[in-house]
C-alpha cells in the first residue's frame, strides 16, 4: 500500500488557496511543497492579456501546463506553440521556455511543478520587487532567467 503524500484529505474550490500575485500573474496554490510532502507543486494561475514570461530555466523541476482558458504562446528550446483551452505542455527541467498571454482575453492555466519546491521561490518573489534580488532569489532556487521571450 502507498504511503499518503499529507496529514489529512483537503480539497480547494476556484478562487482558494494561498492567493499570489507576481509580475501581474494571480496565482492559487493549490499544492504547497508541505501538503504533498515535497512530491509537487500545483498552482491555479490567471493572466491577463499581453502578460509575458522571461525566457528561462528550471533545474531542480519538472514543468507540466495544462491551459483552461484563453490562448497563450508557449516557448520551449526552439520550438514556438500555439494553446488554448485544452492544450497540455512538458518541460523537462533543463529546458529554456517562457510564454506570453495572446489576444483580448485573459488566460488561465494549471501549473504543475515535479518535486516541490517552487511555491517557496514564488511566495518569496512576491516580496521583492523585480530587481536584482529578484535574479538573485531565482539562482538560490536554481532557475536562471536568460531574457526576453523570442519574437
Known sequence: MMAS???KPYAFQCGEGQNL???GAQAFVKAASEQTGGVFNLFDVACLPGFT???HIHYAEDV???VLEGALTFFWGDAKKEAVAGTYFFQPRGTPHGFRVEG???ARFLYMTFPAGLDRFVV???LLAPNSESVTAAARYQIEIL???PE
Open 104 to 106: 483580448e482575453t485573459p
Open 21 to 23: 500575485q507576481l509580475l
Open 124 to 126: 518569496e518573489q512576491e
Open 5 to 7: 503524500l499529507q496529514t
Open 64 to 66: 507540466a501546463v495544462y
Open 147 to 149: 531574457g526576453p521571450l
Open 53 to 55: 514570461t522571461s525566457l
